[in-house]
């Protein structure tokens, strides 16, 4: 499985959109980008993914470059609730495993 | 509530004791997973179980040993534990499709919180 590269923390005002960088110049074509956050003290909650199109959901919005080496994932009005750490995971839908790396911090700010 | 369940939330042991994590998911899935994730290290699967059956075992310790009786249910029994075992144990849920597994899309539990003294 293609390997990730995150940020380390970010800081985001509450109201503004977070956006949130990871590269995966590795990734193979049959490869999904997976977003999963965890909240202090609880499980990981999957967030949205994509293969190369750009992809929509309530929680949040996924950008993959043309060339999917990297992506962006948007939270577009933050709140203090997203405050979290967010993992940007690389895998084979079919057989891959998730593998988690350290994730980016983020901070939501009032 | 992410419709997976885990008991107990907290559990402190000494290092002679046997103890039981147990975990139900109440949506239907047919693949659970048992990770640990240590202080400032990232997730690591430990075992996976698909419609029952072990398919993943990630060279843990055998002094964890897990169990799945149903589909719905999964346990990790634990004896002979190190203080270095002291985690958050997590476990996940996910729906395998006809055309294979499909690990990548897991509902997680809240966790147990281990220390082993």
Same mark, same amino acid.
Not at chain 2, 100 to 106: H, K, L, M, V
């Given at each position: 499985d293609a390997k990730t590269t995150q940020p380390t923390s970010m800081d985001c005002a509450e109201g503004r959109a977070a956006n949130l960088p990871c590269n995966h110049s590795t990734i193979s074509g049959n490869e999904y980008v997976y977003w999963y956050r965890q909240i202090h003290s609880q499980g990981p909650q999957y967030i949205i993914h994509g293969l190369k199109n750009n992809e929509t959901n309530e929680m949040a919005s996924l950008i993959i470059t043309e060339d999917r080496k990297s992506s962006t994932l948007i939270l577009p009005h933050a709140t203090l609730r997203d405050t979290a750490v967010y993992y940007c995971i690389v895998s084979q839908r079919r057989s891959g495993k998730l593998i988690f790396g350290q994730g980016t911090t983020l901070q939501v700010k009032p | 509530e992410t419709g997976v369940t885990q008991t107990p939330r907290h559990l402190v042991m000494g290092m002679t004791n046997k103890k039981s994590l147990k975990c139900e998911q109440h949506l239907g899935h047919n693949a659970m997973y048992w990770y640990k994730q240590s202080a400032k290290k990232p997730l690591e699967l430990m075992f996976v179980y698909s419609l029952e059956e072990r398919v993943e075992n990630n060279s843990v310790p055998s002094r964890f040993s897990p169990e799945c009786p149903n589909? $719905?249910?999964? +346990?990790?029994?634990?004896?002979?534990?190190?203080?270095?075992? $002291?985690?958050?144990?997590?476990?996940?849920?996910?729906?395998?499709?006809? &055309?294979? +597994?499909?690990?990548?899309?897991?509902? +997680?539990?809240?966790?147990?919180?281990?220390? &082993?003294?």
């Open positions: - | 589909s $719905s249910h999964l +346990f990790l029994h634990l004896h002979t534990l190190q203080p270095e075992d $002291s985690a958050l144990y997590l476990c996940a849920s996910s729906q395998e499709t006809p &055309v294979g +597994f499909s690990y990548n899309e897991q509902f +997680f539990g809240p966790g147990t919180r281990l220390t &082993v003294l």
